[in-house]
C-alpha cells in the first residue's frame, strides 16, 4: 500500500522535462563511452525528467545495435531510425521533432567533442532565465586544415550575414520550449541550425567549455559536406554574394565608359588610333567570360536552393522508432 502510494506521488510533482537530442552516424567506436557519461549526467541529483533521442542517420556499422541494446537496459535512451543517410542537419531536425514536448532540449554531438558534463550549467542558465543557451568554446582542438577553414568559415560568415553567430558556437547547446516552438515554424530545407538560432531571437546567454578533440573514430562530417553546409549558412542568410555581383557589374561597365570616352576623345582630337594587342583583348575576354560564370553560378546557388524549398520535400524519412514508454511509467519509475 505504502509502497503504492510512493510510487504515485512523483506523478504529481511537475519536474521539467529535458530531452537530449543526438544525430549519430557511424557512430560505434564512441557510443559505449557517450552513453555512459550521458547516464552519469543525468544520474547526478537533480530535479529534471530526462529523456535522450539518439537519431541514427542511417548508420551501416553496428550503432543501431549498440543504442538498441542500451535503451533496452535503460529506458531514459530512445532510438530513432531514419530510412538513410539524410546529413547532420536533417537528422537534427528529426530530433527536434521527436522532441518536441520537452521544456527543454539539448543538442550534442555523439563524438563527445560537446562534453555531457557541460550539460548541468546548461540547465543552470536555462533555469537562470535564459530561453536560449549556447555552449561557446574556449578552445578548438581542431588543427591543419580544418580548423583553417572553420576559422575563415567564420570569419566570412560574421562579415556576410545579416544575423551573426558568435564564431565560438555550434550546435551545442539548450532550447527552452519558445525556442522550440519558434524552430518549428521555420519551413526551410537547407538548414544552418546556428544561424536559425540567432535568428529566432529570444534572451541568450552562454556557457564556456573546452572543446576536445572526438573521442573515437573518424569525423562523419567529410570535408565537402563541412563545405555544403558552410554554403548554405552563407546563402540562406545573405544576400550580399547578389549584391556584389551587382557592384562589381557597374564597376565593370563604368570602366568599360571611360575605356570608350577615351577613344572617342582621341579620335575627336585625331590621335590615330593604335592598334590594341591581341593579348589585352584575349585577357578582357577571358576576364569577362569568368567574371559572367560566376554571376551564373552564384545565381545557379539561390536558384538551385529555390527549387529545393519549391519541391517541399520531407527533410528526413523515419524508417523506425523503438518503443517508447507512456510518460506515466517513466515518472513513476523514477
Ligand atoms: N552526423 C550525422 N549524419 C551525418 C554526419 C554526421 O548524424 O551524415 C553526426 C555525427 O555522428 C556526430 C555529429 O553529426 O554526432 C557531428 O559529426 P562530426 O563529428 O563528424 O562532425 P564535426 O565535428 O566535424 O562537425
Ligand atoms: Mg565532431
Given amino acids: 500500500m505504502l509502497r503504492g502510494a510512493l510510487r504515485i506521488i512523483p506523478l504529481f510533482v511537475t519536474r521539467p522535462a529535458v530531452t537530449i537530442v543526438i544525430p549519430l552516424f557511424n557512430e560505434e567506436a564512441v557510443l559505449p563511452e557517450l552513453c555512459r557519461r550521458l547516464a552519469a549526467v543525468m544520474d547526478q541529483p537533480s530535479d529534471c525528467g530526462w529523456r535522450v533521442v539518439l537519431v541514427d542517420d542511417g548508420s551501416r556499422d553496428r550503432s543501431v545495435e549498440l543504442v538498441h541494446a542500451y535503451a533496452e537496459r535503460d529506458p531514459r535512451f530512445e532510438l530513432v531510425e531514419l530510412s538513410r543517410n539524410f546529413g547532420f542537419q536533417s537528422a537534427l531536425a528529426a530530433g527536434l521533432a521527436e522532441a518536441r514536448g520537452a521544456d527543454a532540449i539539448i543538442t ?16 543552470a542558465a536555462w533555469r537562470g532565465g535564459a530561453e536560449i543557451v549556447r555552449a561557446t568554446r574556449r578552445s578548438r582542438a581542431e ?12 570569419a566570412v560568415f560574421q562579415r556576410l550575414s545579416d544575423f551573426p553567430i558568435e564564431a565560438n558556437t555550434g550546435t551545442f547547446g539548450l532550447l527552452g520550449r519558445d525556442a522550440i516552438e519558434a524552430f518549428h515554424q521555420l519551413p526551410e530545407r537547407h538548414r ?19 572543446r576536445k578533440e572526438r573521442a573515437a573514430g573518424q569525423p562523419q562530417q567529410t570535408p565537402r559536406r563541412l563545405i555544403r553546409y558552410a554554403l548554405d549558412g552563407v546563402f540562406s542568410f545573405s544576400h550580399l554574394p547578389l549584391r556584389l555581383l551587382t557592384y562589381s557589374g557597374v564597376f565593370i561597365a563604368l570602366i568599360g565608359f571611360a575605356v570608350g570616352l577615351f577613344f572617342i576623345a ?3 582630337l585625331g590621335v590615330e588610333i593604335a592598334f590594341i594587342g591581341f593579348t589585352s583583348i584575349i585577357t578582357l575576354v577571358l576576364f569577362l567570360g569568368g567574371v559572367q560564370l560566376i554571376g551564373i553560378g552564384v545565381l545557379g546557388e539561390y536558384l538551385g536552393r529555390m527549387y529545393d524549398e519549391v519541391k ?16 506515466q511509467e517513466t515518472l513513476a519509475r523514477d
Avoid at 580544418?146 to 568559415?153: E, I, K, P, S
Avoid at 523515419?318 to 510518460?327: E, I
Fill in 108 to 123: 550534442l554531438d555523439a563524438d563527445l567533442q560537446d562534453p555531457p558534463e557541460v550539460i548541468p550549467e546548461l540547465v
Fill in 143 to 154: 588543427t591543419g586544415i580544418r580548423r583553417l577553414g572553420l576559422d575563415l568559415f567564420h
Fill in 192 to 210: 544552418f541550425f546556428p544561424g536559425l538560432r540567432a535568428w529566432i531571437g529570444f534572451v541568450s546567454t552562454d556557457v564556456y567549455y573546452d
Fill in 266 to 268: 582621341r579620335r575627336l
Fill in 312 to 327: 517541399r520535400r520531407p527533410l528526413y524519412i523515419v524508417k523506425r522508432r523503438a518503443a517508447v514508454p507512456a510518460p
